[in-house]
T-cell receptor, first 114, second 116 residues
Framework: DTGVSQDPRHKITKRGQNVTFRCDPI?????LYWYRQTLGQGPEFLTY????????KSRLLSDRFSAERPKGSFSTLEIQRTEQGDSAMYLC????????????FGSGTRLTVV | GQQLNQSPQSMFIQEGEDVSMNCTSS?????WLWYKQDPGEGPVLLIA?????ELTSNGRLTAQFGITRKDSFLNISASIPSDVGIYFC????????????????FGQGTILTVHP
C-alpha cells in the first residue's frame, strides 16, 4: 500500500494556460475524491468518482474544470484557461466505497497561477 | 448546507501544556473526524468518532462526540513540538437514513504553534 499519489506536487503556470493534475488512489479503493484547499481554509469538495463514474460535482467546479477517471483507477483534473483565483492546493483522496475507514488523502498539488 | 465552525482559530502554547479545541455544526453529524495537516501535505486522520457521547483516545489525543451530535472536541495532552500544524474537524454528508456519501465537509481549522 503506497498511499494516494499526486503529481505534480507543485505547478506554477501563467494565467490563461491549461493545467492537468494526476491522482493515483490506493489500488483497491473504488472511490476517488477531489478537493480544493485555499490558504486559511479547510478542504472543499469538488467531485468524486465511483469506479469510472463521476457521481457528484460541486458548484465550485466551474465549466473550466473537468475530471476524468477513464479506467476506474487513476484520475486527472484539468483546469482550462487558468485564473489567479484557481491558485490553491488540490487534494485527492480515495476510499473503499463510502466507508470512512481507510479514507486517505494524498499530499496534494500546489497550483500557483501568475 | 452543512457548515463546521472551529475554535479557536489559532493557539500558541508552551511545550508540555494541554490543548483543547472544538468544532460545532448547525446540523447533526453521524460521524466526526479529526485530521492534522502539516505544511505542504494532505490531511492525516487522527481520530474517528461514530457514536454520540463517544470518547476515543489515540496516544496523547482524546476526542469526544457531543451528545447533541452537533459538536466535537479534541484534546492534546502534554504537547510536544511535533504537534505543530493545523487541526481540522470534518464530517461526512449523509442521506436521510444516515448512510455516508463519503463526501466530507471540513471546518476552517485550528492552527497550533508549540513553543519549546
Amino acid at each position: 500500500d503506497t498511499g494516494v499519489s499526486q503529481d505534480p506536487r507543485h505547478k506554477i503556470t501563467k494565467r490563461g494556460q491549461n493545467v492537468t493534475f494526476r491522482c493515483d488512489p490506493i489500488s483497491e479503493h473504488n472511490r476517488l475524491y477531489w478537493y480544493r484547499q485555499t490558504l486559511g481554509q479547510g478542504p472543499e469538495f469538488l467531485t468524486y468518482f465511483q469506479n469510472e463514474a463521476q457521481l457528484e460535482k460541486s458548484r465550485l467546479l466551474s465549466d473550466r474544470f473537468s475530471a476524468e477517471r477513464p479506467k476506474g483507477s487513476f484520475s486527472t483534473l484539468e483546469i482550462q484557461r487558468t485564473e489567479q483565483g484557481d491558485s490553491a492546493m488540490y487534494l485527492c483522496a480515495s476510499s473503499l466505497g463510502p466507508q470512512l475507514y481507510g479514507y486517505t488523502f494524498g499530499s496534494g498539488t500546489r497550483l500557483t497561477v501568475v | 448546507g452543512q457548515q463546521l465552525n472551529q475554535s479557536p482559530q489559532s493557539m500558541f502554547i508552551q511545550e508540555g501544556e494541554d490543548v483543547s479545541m472544538n468544532c460545532t455544526s448547525s446540523s447533526i453529524f453521524n460521524t466526526w473526524l479529526w485530521y492534522k495537516q502539516d505544511p505542504g501535505e494532505g490531511p492525516v486522520l487522527l481520530i474517528a468518532l461514530y457514536k454520540a457521547g463517544e470518547l476515543t483516545s489515540n496516544g496523547r489525543l482524546t476526542a469526544q462526540f457531543g451528545i447533541t451530535r452537533k459538536d466535537s472536541f479534541l484534546n492534546i495532552s502534554a504537547s510536544i513540538p511535533s504537534d505543530v500544524g493545523i487541526y481540522f474537524c470534518a464530517g461526512p454528508k449523509t442521506n436521510a437514513g444516515g448512510t455516508s456519501y463519503g463526501k466530507l465537509t471540513f471546518g476552517q481549522g485550528t492552527i497550533l504553534t508549540v513553543h519549546p
